[in-house]
């Protein structure tokens, strides 16, 4: 079996063109063991490009665990970049994912920008935490310093498992507060179904610059996650929830080979 390797920013996956539908989804240990970084390729996640009608392509994404999760905004960054490697698309696509339809846009730089479903308002979530649905669930804690040093795995573990997420737990994104809410925001994210931190994590960037507005960002946000740059651009409604939002930036094809069936 053919498969491709990209990442965004870090955030690695496993590509593999099922348009022709012989990916069996439901071996969840296969996909598992692909994703293994000693026994398999090495990811973050798996994703399959399919063929759907009225689209340009479906995206069909696992976590490292080999489970089916929610949206993937570094995946979807990727797979758009995918997409146009295979002559699916040109520069623009329209695409159906878990969370639904999907446009993006390929620049001529490389950079991929991927529209995200509208999001609703935050939620309080502790003195300096703050949750928001963005395609995946994020939990945002704001710090006032000491990122570089933060035991992202341990502390986050214990986040994702604690009250009110429990088994289905949720991702969890740490915050430094830049000295200028203009300035970039930096972000370390532990990731559920990886469970660990991951180097980026394009939902869980796009949660905090939208929590970000209530402390003084506005759009476009840049944020410097451990893999690289990433901007977010979005619009407030008066309700408080936010449409036409945007997630921009590189999305990389790393290498291609083959696998056993
Ligand atoms: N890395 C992703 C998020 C993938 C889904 C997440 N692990 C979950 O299960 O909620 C991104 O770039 O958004």
Redesign the pocket.
């Known amino acids: 079996m053919t498969f491709h390797k990209y990442h965004?920013t870090g955030?690695d996956f496993v590509i593999i063109d099922d348009r022709n539908r012989q990916f069996d989804e439901t071996n969840h240990a296969r996909i598992a063991h692909l994703c293994h970084r000693r026994f398999g390729i090495g990811a973050?996640?798996l994703m399959l490009l399919r063929n759907l009608a009225g689209y340009d392509f479906e995206m069909v994404?696992f976590?490292a665990d080999g489970r089916p999760?929610?949206?993937?905004?570094?995946?979807?960054r990727c797979l758009v970049a995918f997409a146009k490697f295979l002559g699916v698309i040109q520069d623009t696509a329209q695409f159906l994912a878990v969370d639904g339809p999907h446009e993006a846009r390929v620049e001529s730089d490389g950079t991929v920008r991927l529209k995200m479903q509208d999001v609703d308002p935050p939620q309080a979530a502790g003195p300096h935490d703050t949750f928001l649905n963005?395609?995946?669930?994020?939990h945002i804690r704001f710090l006032p310093t000491g990122l570089d040093e933060l035991n992202v795995f341990a502390e986050g573990r214990a986040l994702r498992y604690g009250e009110p997420y429990g088994a289905a737990?949720?991702?969890i994104n740490f915050v430094e507060l830049p000295a200028d809410p203009a300035h970039t925001w930096p972000v370390r994210?532990y990731?559920?179904?990886?469970e660990d931190e991951?180097l980026?994590?394009?939902?869980?960037?796009?949660a905090v610059a939208l929590a970000a507005s209530a402390r003084g960002a506005t759009s476009p946000v840049r944020l410097r996650t451990p893999g690289g740059q990433l901007e977010v651009a979005f619009e407030q409604r008066p309700d408080g929830g936010f449409e036409n939002v945007w997630l921009s930036g590189p999305a990389v094809r790393v290498f291609s080979g083959e696998v056993e069936e």
């Open positions: 965004g955030n973050d996640g994404y976590n999760s929610s949206m993937c905004g570094n995946g979807g963005t395609g995946s669930p994020h737990g949720a991702n994210t990731e559920r179904g990886v991951t980026s994590c394009g939902t869980g960037v796009t």
